[in-house]
């Protein structure tokens, strides 16, 4: 069994427009199902690494904790053409180069 949860702003949004909060549960519980089911010691996932999926006109954040078998929404905006991409927002974060 698979749960998904939302951030408080993340579902706020997804509750904003119709049938956005069921489309992205559902593309989350296809995604954790096929982790799971390919998971294992040689494929490791940080779960503090932020993915993204692009889902219509939405750029939805979210994390996956294969352990306990559930996502994390972690946010869920307009995909915006003028603005980075949120992956590479979060790697300036992440990465240092020297």
Same mark, same amino acid.
């Given at each position: 069994?698979?749960?998904?949860?939302?951030? &408080?702003? #993340?579902?706020?949004?997804? =509750?904003?427009?119709? =049938? *956005?909060? #069921? =489309?992205?549960?559902? @593309?989350?519980?296809?995604? $954790? /199902?096929?982790?799971? /089911?390919?998971? =294992?010691?040689?494929?490791?996932?940080?779960?503090?690494?932020? &993915?993204? $999926?692009?889902?219509? %006109?939405?750029?939805?954040?979210?994390?996956?904790? *294969?352990?306990? #078998?559930? #996502?994390?929404?972690?946010?869920? %905006? @307009?995909?915006?053409?003028?603005?980075?991409?949120?992956?590479?927002?979060?790697?300036?974060? *992440?990465?240092?180069?020297?």
């Amino acid at each position: 069994m698979t749960a998904i949860f939302a951030a &408080l702003d #993340a579902s706020i949004e997804m =509750g904003s427009h119709p =049938g *956005l909060r #069921a =489309g992205i549960h559902q @593309r989350l519980r296809d995604i $954790l /199902e096929a982790a799971l /089911e390919r998971s =294992g010691p040689s494929i490791p996932l940080d779960k503090a690494a932020p &993915l993204v $999926l692009r889902m219509d %006109e939405y750029e939805v954040t979210y994390s996956l904790d *294969l352990d306990n #078998a559930c #996502a994390h929404i972690l946010s869920v %905006e @307009r995909f915006d053409d003028r603005r980075p991409p949120v992956d590479r927002a979060f790697s300036r974060n *992440l990465v240092k180069t020297h």
